[in-house]
């Protein structure tokens, strides 16, 4: 085994032992927060035409997530009919 692999393969075990730690490292990254905007910001108009053209052609899909979430949401509990 070369240098190279023996190194990545090391760096793949270290992942793995702290896997949880470094995820959670990089959701609390403001780094990460700033360049997710700038980058959202740049790419606003592709992301919601690439929504609105997967709501048109997964109407199913998308009534199922609407109805999930409104149960999800719901204080008054599922099995209540509003009356």
Request: proline letters at 2%; glycine letters at 2%; aromatic letters at 8%.
């Amino acid at each position: 085994m070369n240098q190279n692999t023996l190194r990545k393969r090391q760096k793949r075990e270290w992942y793995h032992r702290n896997k949880e730690a470094v995820l959670e490292q990089q959701k609390n990254s403001k780094n990460k927060k700033e360049n997710q905007r700038e980058w959202y910001l740049k790419n606003k108009k592709r992301c919601i035409a690439r929504a609105k053209r997967w709501n048109e052609n997964n109407p199913s899909a998308r009534k199922l997530i609407v109805e999930r979430h409104k149960t999800k949401n719901n204080p008054t509990g599922v099995w209540n009919d509003g009356t």
